[in-house]
């Protein structure tokens, strides 16, 4: 037997569930039934910034809520995976979305070299990095 409003783990996640707002669009209606870009594959890493133009056409109505919140996200430079998770879209979508505004000039992609990803220099930097943090302090830590 369950207590009326008794919050079991059951309730609270399904309450956190609820409170997501969930989209009633579907993502293919997003990008037209396409799954890839027209243009190249771009990498989580590839940087994005909105231009001036893209800023300037925030006002026009016929600009789609997804592409204007692109927009207005890419104000200042933002990842390919951030600004899919800030969205909340798949990745995917967010690509085909992305090389649409690109191809209008709406926006700046900055793709990473490929060669930059496997400098063992810096690799070998971000572990050490790492280590520090976690031997750094806090409770219990030397």
């Given amino acids: 037997?369950?207590?009326?409003g008794g919050g079991g783990a059951a309730d609270q996640e399904h309450t956190a569930d609820a409170a997501e707002p969930?989209?009633?669009v579907r993502p293919f209606?997003?990008?037209?039934?396409?799954?890839?870009?027209?243009?190249?594959a771009?990498?989580?890493?590839?940087?994005?910034v909105a231009t001036p133009e893209a800023l300037a056409r925030l006002e026009e109505p016929h600009l789609a809520f997804e592409r204007r919140a692109i927009i207005e996200?890419?104000?200042?430079?933002?990842?390919?995976a951030e600004l899919a998770a800030?969205?909340?879209l798949h990745l995917n979508v967010v690509r085909v979305l992305v090389g649409d505004l690109h191809t209008r000039q709406l926006?700046?992609?900055?793709?990473?070299?490929?060669?930059g990803s496997s400098d063992l220099d810096i690799l070998r930097r971000v572990i050490d990095g790492l280590r520090a943090i976690h031997t750094s302090g806090g409770p219990g830590h030397d």
């Avoid at 209606?29 to 190249?40: D, I």
């Fill in 107 to 115: 926006l700046t992609v900055h793709v990473p070299r490929a060669a």
């Fill in 1 to 4: 037997m369950t207590e009326p």
């Fill in 86 to 88: 800030r969205l909340r």
């Fill in 42 to 48: 771009l990498p989580m890493e590839t940087q994005l």
């Fill in 73 to 80: 996200t890419c104000r200042v430079p933002v990842s390919l």
């Fill in 29 to 40: 209606l997003l990008t037209e039934g396409r799954v890839v870009a027209e243009e190249q």
């Fill in 22 to 24: 969930v989209s009633a």
